[in-house]
């Protein structure tokens, strides 16, 4: 690729350097970058995708995967992929129980798929690298859901095209509800006071174009980008009400790991993990989200006056700080709600049923670029193994209760955070180090983050398909370059 000058937007250059602790990204030093003409544009909210079904019991949808352009720098226009328009994707309703269909088209010249990231779903649907739609073909998935209420997403998943297909616009919400959801009195109308927010990182080349993955450095530590989106909107402003507002939160980054938080300090409660709601609120004034991880929260804005505007921070793990929106409160909320004293009942999963401990080691080593299909040697790999799509890495009996322990022993020199992504199920963390969890990460999840030098232990019930499924890091310069391997569930 011809290289070109990149645009700094007035933050200082790319760093790369892998932090040892969330608590670096308060320290002196950090980059920080907040909107030269204030916060103008509003925030863009995802529509709901129109469900072509008539019956409630059914939810059917098109998603057409196509190229388009935007300008989401000033005065420049980049290329961009989307979902049924230029960049992201219509947020995915549908209820616990429903019949879920979609027609899925593919318009790019190259081929992809569509992955249901955190939906438990027959390993067929799953839309991993096993279910390729080559460019010009179609997907016609078919399933029940069976899984609680959660805000989850779908991306691509195509071997050594998923970095670069998210980096250029395809990701959406994917948000179930269930009867938890109907008695909760927590805020519940979407793009009213119940809004979603996909938080990425870009970088871009002078003109405009997404400079992506362009050097080995890009690949070992992630492609960290200098501007901050929100829903694809570069500092956009959002009208809330005068009350409680519920923000569903996506990092939907490549491989950032953010700290979120507002410029005030102010208390917020989350109310759900990756897998739905947590059994009761955790108050916070700042949320650490890996990339592909989400969280909902409520932040309560009935103590502001009318016409106040309040930022959000997002610290990047490179260290860089941006102002990334605004809130502006409005009218006052039509509702009186308050923090629930409880969500909903987990069936924590126990040790004692689990039949099986496995271990996987993420590991950065030396090596060049490796041949994600060869199966070769390299230097991202789990278990000292890259990606093989013709390699069944590991076999899980249905029905059977596993703990998995995933440890990252990066060296001193190659100091490199990783996550593990599970398919299909939605798993509990046990410990960090021999420590329990922290309150936030009390929950059903999907995605984990693991520390160079942590070893992180989690429990998974594989029940009611049978298949082959992938487990990877979800770096996702990491995942392409064959850190990611395959389970199967057998009968």
């Known amino acids: 690729m011809k290289r070109r000058t990149f645009v700094k937007g007035g933050l200082a250059a790319l760093g790369f350097t892998a932090l040892s602790s969330y608590g670096v990204l308060h320290s002196s030093g950090i980059s920080y970058a907040g909107p030269r003409n204030g916060f103008v544009d509003p925030l863009p909210v ?54 879920f269909k979609v027609n899925v088209q593919n318009d ?3 081929p992809t798929t569509v992955h249901w990231h955190g939906l438990h779903v027959p390993a ?3 839309g991993g690298p096993r279910q390729l739609i080559e460019g010009g073909g179609s997907w016609h998935p078919e399933f029940t859901i069976k899984q609680q209420a959660a805000t989850l997403w779908y991306h691509p998943h195509a071997m050594g095209l998923t970095g670069a297909q998210v980096y250029q616009g395809l990701a959406g919400l994917f948000i179930i509800e269930d009867e938890v959801t109907d008695k909760l009195n927590i805020p519940k109308t979407y793009g ?19 400079a992506y993955a362009q050097n080995m450095m890009d690949i070992v530590h992630g492609v960290v980008g200098n501007h901050l989106f929100v829903n694809g909107s570069l500092w956009p402003n959002l009208e809330v009400p005068q009350g409680m507002v519920r923000l569903r939160i996506l990092n939907g980054s490549n491989s950032s790991i953010y700290r979120i938080g507002f410029r005030d ?43 106040a505007k309040i930022s959000l921070l997002v610290d990047q793990y490179a260290g860089n700080r941006f102002e990334a929106m605004q809130f502006t409160v409005a009218t006052a909320s039509s509702t009186s709600i308050a923090v629930p004293e409880s969500l909903t009942t987990i069936d924590w999963l126990q040790e004692n049923e689990s039949v099986k401990t496995r271990k996987f080691v993420m590991e950065s080593m030396g090596g060049g670029r490796m041949g994600m299909m060869s199966g070769g040697g390299g230097r991202l790999t ?12 590991e076999q899980v009996k249905l029905g059977t209760t596993e703990i998995w322990e995933i440890s990252n022993p990066s060296g001193m020199m190659m100091r490199l ?16 180090n021999g420590r329990a969890p922290s309150p936030e990460e009390r929950g059903r999840k999907d995605t984990v983050l693991i520390q160079p030098g942590e070893t992180v232990r989690i429990i998974a019930k594989f029940e009611d398909y049978t298949g082959i499924y992938m487990y990877h890091c979800h770096l996702l310069e990491h995942e392409d370059n064959g850190m990611m391997g395959q389970f199967e569930v057998v009968s």
């Open 417 to 432: 955070p990783h996550s593990m992504h599970l398919h299909d199920v939605q798993f509990q963390i046990l410990d960090r």
């Open 192 to 210: 009213v006071d119940d809004f979603p927010l996909v938080i990425q990182d870009r970088r871009f080349f002078q003109d405009g174009s997404f």
């Open 124 to 126: 067929e649907w799953d």
């Open 46 to 99: 995802p529509p709901v995708l129109e469900n072509l079904s008539t019956g409630v019991d059914e939810a059917t949808f098109a998603l057409q995967v196509q190229r388009g352009s935007l300008e989401l720098l000033p005065g420049l226009v980049t290329p961009t992929m989307g979902y049924n328009g230029n960049f992201l994707g219509p947020t995915i309703k549908v209820r616990n129980g429903q019949q």
């Open 382 to 393: 789990i278990n000292g193994k890259n990606m093989s799509i013709y390699r069944i890495d």
């Open 265 to 307: 300090d102010r208390t917020f409660y989350q109310i759900a993990t990756d897998g739905g709601f947590q059994e009761k609120p955790v108050k916070l004034t700042s949320l650490f989200l890996s990339a592909g991880e989400r969280a909902e929260i409520l932040v309560d804005f009935a103590g502001d006056s009318q016409g």
């Open 108 to 110: 790019l010249n190259e």
